[in-house]
């Protein structure tokens, strides 16, 4: 039998999320996650399989649980880096996008929301 969990997956997943949204993908080591979580890198592989894994936990978390209109960081990340080259990112995108859509009247607002989040992450 294997030692109990010394974390909290949910909260390893909602810190992801803050250090995903803040630096992207490629710019997160697992060095990084290890420090910035507080998990060993034995049990962040146990748990997610990967950082990849780790990185669709918490799109996924952050799609269903906390995306708002003034914090769509994490979805421009994915959608700007991973999901051309991520199919299954790029399926939470689309349906995250599809949900906004509806949210906000339709593609067009969606897209003027998008793009001033985009804007503001640009301006000092």
Excluded: C, I, W
Aim: hydrophobic share 50%; glycine share 6%.
């Amino acid at each position: 039998m294997g030692r109990p969990r010394a974390f909290d997956e949910d909260e390893v997943v909602r810190a992801a999320v803050t250090l995903f949204a803040g630096r992207a993908y490629d710019s997160v080591s697992v060095d990084d996650l290890v420090s910035h979580l507080g998990v060993h890198r034995n049990s962040l592989y146990k748990v997610f399989g990967s950082k990849r894994g780790l990185y669709l936990a918490a799109l996924q978390h952050y799609l269903s649980q906390e995306l708002t209109a003034a914090e769509l960081d994490l979805l421009l990340l994915a959608m700007a880096e991973r999901a051309p080259v991520d199919a299954e990112v790029a399926t939470l995108v689309d349906a995250a996008l599809r949900d906004l859509d509806k949210a906000l009247g339709g593609p067009a607002a969606t897209a003027t929301l998008l793009g001033e989040r985009l804007r503001a992450r640009a301006t000092p």
